[in-house]
């Protein structure tokens, strides 16, 4: 499998920074998305990574490092509404055009 | 506006019971995916189609059948088979992976009572 994972829960004060995690064990893939999930909703796309290096779009940043195994996303400026699961998901181009999601990290953000 | 729907939102079946979920996109994608959702986990994929009349299995298609005889239309039957069909069902489309990100519906939560 392509075994996606993710820390299951992270909690963080308002205002400050956090760092989310995903690591994997796979190789061949075309890049990698996150996607940011309230409870009970759909998932909404945050970023996606192509090449290693830093993704930076307003508070939030993703970085990959295809040689490591590993990405992050990085909130800064932690708000209250950033309360919500954060998921990183493998995509398989090609013949395969498949989407992979890793196991998704419920983010709390206290005041 | 351009959007994919799930229906219905909420949905109630009795045990040994087959269910269809309905999905349907006006966005023009191509491709479209069925992910179920258990508590506290991330997406698991069930089934994918790229095209028209043709859809391959995910990682826990055991269970669960599509069809695709639309381009707009990817409806996911649970049949009884499936042990365990309480769960979140998702449903996503995308253009071309490698371009863009693929869009959700709001999803179709599945109760087995």
């Known amino acids: 499998g392509q075994n996606i994972d993710q820390p299951t829960e992270m909690t963080a004060t308002e205002g400050a920074i956090v760092q989310i995690n995903c690591t994997y064990q796979?190789?061949?893939?075309?890049?990698l998305f996150w996607y940011q999930q309230h409870a009970g909703e759909a998932p909404t796309f945050l970023s996606y990574?192509?090449?290693?290096g830093l993704e930076e779009k307003g508070r939030f940043s993703s970085f990959l490092s295809r040689s490591k195994g590993y990405s992050y996303l990085l909130l800064k400026e932690l708000q209250m509404k950033d309360s919500a699961s954060y998921l990183c998901?493998?995509?398989?181009?090609?013949?395969?055009?498949?989407?992979?999601f890793g196991t998704g990290t419920l983010l709390a953000v206290q005041p | 506006d351009g959007g994919i729907t799930q229906s219905p939102k909420y949905l109630f079946r009795k045990e040994g019971q087959n269910v269809t979920l309905s999905c349907e996109q006006n966005?023009?994608?191509?491709?479209m995916y069925w992910y179920r959702q258990d508590p506290g986990q991330g997406l698991r994929l069930i089934y994918y189609?790229?095209?028209?009349?043709?859809?391959q299995k995910g990682d826990i298609a055991e269970g669960y059948s599509v069809s695709r005889e639309k381009k707009e239309s990817f409806p996911l039957t649970v049949t009884s088979a499936q042990k365990n069909p309480t769960a979140f069902y998702l449903c996503?489309?995308?253009?071309?992976?490698?371009?863009?990100?693929?869009?959700f519906g709001q999803g179709t939560r599945l109760t087995v009572v």
């Open positions: 996503a489309s995308s253009i071309q992976l490698g371009q863009a990100e693929a869009f």
């Open positions: 796979t190789s061949g893939f075309n890049g």
């Open positions: 990574n192509v090449l290693d």
């Open positions: 998901a493998v995509y398989y181009g090609g013949a395969t055009n498949k989407l992979i």
């Open positions: 966005l023009n994608h191509d491709a």
């Open positions: 189609s790229q095209i028209v009349n043709d859809f």
